[in-house]
């Protein structure tokens, strides 16, 4: 198993030989360093080891072991059949692009998915209805992260022109992670996206991560774990409470509650093509119940500035959704919002939201 152990060091330089068949416990490895670990390591090999093996193991090695069994040559990146998957396009801001006298942040969002969505095509030369497994089943790029910034919405006017460019890299066979900017006469916008394949199982109501064995692409792999990716991953294993991002520490596992208030699906602008909550939809909820949020006078009014959407679920369009707002913080004439949305029928966790928005 010492033949893997380069791979660990490239992200882990201090990870000695001896560590890996000792407890995990005993080592220099914290849970974040685990999480790393497990992501090169399924980055290297080409395939995911399942949680309950990875968490029953007690060494590294009885992992690589695992990972050295189950390997096949082909699955391992050599590198050799990817190219920079890039995309570049000129928008005009119209009236189909605003809203409230400025960039519509709704249309935003759609647009920097599908830009997201275009560049996977790319990757994998193909339609996205095309995309299938080896048991037919479709395969859908999901949303697990979203982040963007921007100097604020009403600073874009009519008939801008907005030059978009990106280009997205893989991190195993299944995540992929954009970055996207759009550049104006003055303002520029920055975002970063992050899917993973999935499959609709369970009547259609439930995506499921998708198995990608045999399916070829030519889109880079990342160089090293992404800290977008892992950061992720931390909350969502609920191993960090913090959340960095450009914009200061959030703490995004905070259980106070503030404001909590219902809502109910619309079907006809909350759900997307295959009958589930759209992904662009799950903002403009956490928005629109925070209205009657009494502390938030004139919230309407407020411009976003940033956002973080880490996503972690779904749900048809007869479900209903409660909205939690966990903290408000004010400071500099920018207000700060944490906020969850949740399924009301088995109170699942659908995502946790950052909100930063300028005060006018």
Not at 26 to 54: A, C, H, K, M, Q
Not at 74 to 92: A, F, L, P, R
Not at 326 to 336: A, L, M
Request: with cysteine; proline share 2%.
């Amino acid at each position: 198993m010492k033949q893997y152990l380069h791979i660990i060091r490239e992200e882990i330089p201090s990870f000695t030989d001896e560590e890996i068949f000792e407890d995990v416990k005993n080592t220099s490895l914290n849970s974040i360093d685990l999480l790393v670990v497990r992501g090169v390591l399924e980055r290297y090999f080409g395939f995911e080891i399942p949680d309950e093996l990875w968490f029953r193991n007690k060494t590294i090695g009885d992992s690589l072991n695992y990972f050295h069994t189950n390997s096949n040559q082909n699955n391992i990146d050599s590198g050799k059949h990817t190219k920079k998957i890039e995309k570049s396009e000129v928008i005009e801001v119209r009236m189909p692009q605003m809203a409230n006298e400025g960039l519509s942040e709704s249309w935003l969002l759609k647009y920097l998915g599908d830009f997201h969505w275009n560049l996977i095509s790319l990757g994998f030369d193909r339609k996205s209805s095309d995309f299938y497994d080896n048991e037919n089943q479709r395969l859908y790029a999901t949303f697990v992260r979203i982040n963007y910034s921007l100097p604020g919405l009403r600073i874009f006017t009519e008939n801008e022109m907005l030059n978009f460019s990106g280009k997205i890299e893989s991190y195993g066979k299944s995540t992929f992670i954009s970055e996207i900017v759009g550049s104006g006469n003055r303002n520029t916008i920055d975002a970063k996206l992050m899917t993973v394949f999935s499959v609709k199982i369970d009547n259609g109501n439930v995506i499921d991560k998708a198995k990608m064995d045999g399916i070829s692409n030519s889109v880079p792999q990342l160089t090293k774990v992404s800290d977008f990716l892992t950061d992720y991953n931390a909350v969502k294993k609920g191993l960090s409470t913090e959340l960095n991002t450009s914009l200061g520490n959030f703490n995004i596992l905070n259980n106070e509650i503030l404001f909590v208030k219902e809502y109910a699906i619309n079907p006809f602008i909350d759900i997307n093509g295959v009958g589930l909550l759209y992904f662009a939809a799950y903002p403009v909820i956490s928005d629109t119940c925070l209205l009657d949020f009494s502390e938030l006078k004139g919230f309407s009014d407020y411009e976003t500035v940033f956002r973080d959407i880490l996503y972690f679920g779904n749900c048809a369009a007869n479900d209903m959704i409660i909205v939690q707002l966990h903290s408000v913080r004010k400071e500099d004439r920018q207000i700060s919002l944490v906020t969850s949305l949740i399924r009301k029928k088995d109170n699942h966790l659908l995502a946790k939201i950052i909100t930063v928005k300028k005060v006018p």
